[in-house]
């Protein structure tokens, strides 16, 4: 069990940029999240996957963000042309359970800044 | 919808004193509650869960929480601070809608005064 990675742990853009960050969560854990974290605020849901399958994303989610898991193992999270606002802690959790008693498991975080 | 307050995001404790975080939740069924630990650059780490059963709940490094239904609260304890404990701790919901997703509250901020 070597935790879920997440890479880069820092990205620095400028505005209008695409960036991708990436989770590697604990092998076998079925479940994916992404969670967006600014300063001074918890974390805030921002999409699940169970396996490959995208099965929620929040309003928080606009279009010029997208996220795949391919093959139901690692996952990418993608910004299109970036704006300031997305300046944030971008944090990814897994779990295996599947049930409400399930412990998310996270990582250390993608820092993004936008100058 | 599930909601979470946590009162004061900041809270200064002199080391060997007692530590008290409070949370309230607010939910329309039996919730499952959980307390993380943020350290600088780091990952959430879990500290403690209650699901059903003992309300009062044992986690890491001496910490405790109580379920209290009545006061729709998980407050966070632990009886000795220790300089090691500053960090930020996050009280989370288990969120009832297939995902199971955490509702977060805003945190608090652990000092501890040597």
């Known amino acids: 069990d070597t935790g879920v990675s997440q890479n880069p742990r820092h990205k620095i853009t400028k505005r209008g940029q695409n960036v991708t960050f990436r989770c590697d969560p604990i092998?076998?854990?079925?479940?994916l999240y992404w969670y967006r974290q600014t300063l001074g605020q918890g974390p805030e849901f921002l999409t699940y996957f169970q396996n490959e399958a995208q099965l929620e994303k929040s309003r928080l989610l606009s279009d010029r963000f997208s996220a795949e898991r391919p093959k139901g193992s690692f996952s990418t999270l993608e910004i299109q042309r970036t704006e300031q606002g997305d300046s944030a802690m971008y944090l990814c959790?897994?779990?295996?359970?599947?049930?409400?008693?399930?412990?998310?498991?996270f990582g250390a975080g993608t820092r993004l800044s936008v100058l | 919808a599930q909601s979470v307050t946590q009162l004061g995001s900041h809270v200064s404790v002199s080391e060997g004193a007692l530590v008290l975080l409070r949370c309230n939740y607010s939910s329309s069924v039996p919730p499952y509650l959980f307390w993380y630990v943020q350290y600088p650059n780091q990952g959430l780490q879990l500290l403690l869960k209650?699901?059903?059963?003992?309300?009062l709940v044992k986690g890491i490094n001496g910490f405790e929480a109580e379920f209290k239904k009545s006061e729709t609260s998980f407050h966070l304890t632990k009886p000795s601070a220790h300089m090691s404990d500053a960090a930020e701790y996050f009280c989370?919901?288990?969120?009832?809608?297939?995902?199971?997703?955490?509702?977060f509250g805003t945190g608090t901020r652990l000092k501890v005064l040597a």
């Open positions: 092998s076998e854990h079925n479940r």
């Open positions: 989370a919901v288990s969120e009832y809608s297939g995902t199971y997703k955490y509702i």
């Open positions: 959790a897994s779990s295996l359970d599947g049930t409400s008693a399930d412990i998310q498991y």
């Open positions: 209650y699901t059903t059963g003992a309300t």
